[in-house]
């Protein structure tokens, strides 16, 4: 696929932790498939929430 901002280099695919990303690397831009960004935020919530209860009172 092509970048859509750069519009020739073809886009590169990644794995990080079980999602895959597609980025450029001309322009550096990043681009997700339907459902990894909703991956993303919730392995950051759920990755986060031990941290919030520690420093909690």
Known sequence: ???????????LMTERQGIEIDYCPQCRGVWLDRGELDKIIERSTRDAAPIASATAP
């Open 1 to 11: 696929m092509k970048c859509p901002v750069c519009a020739t280099p073809d886009l």
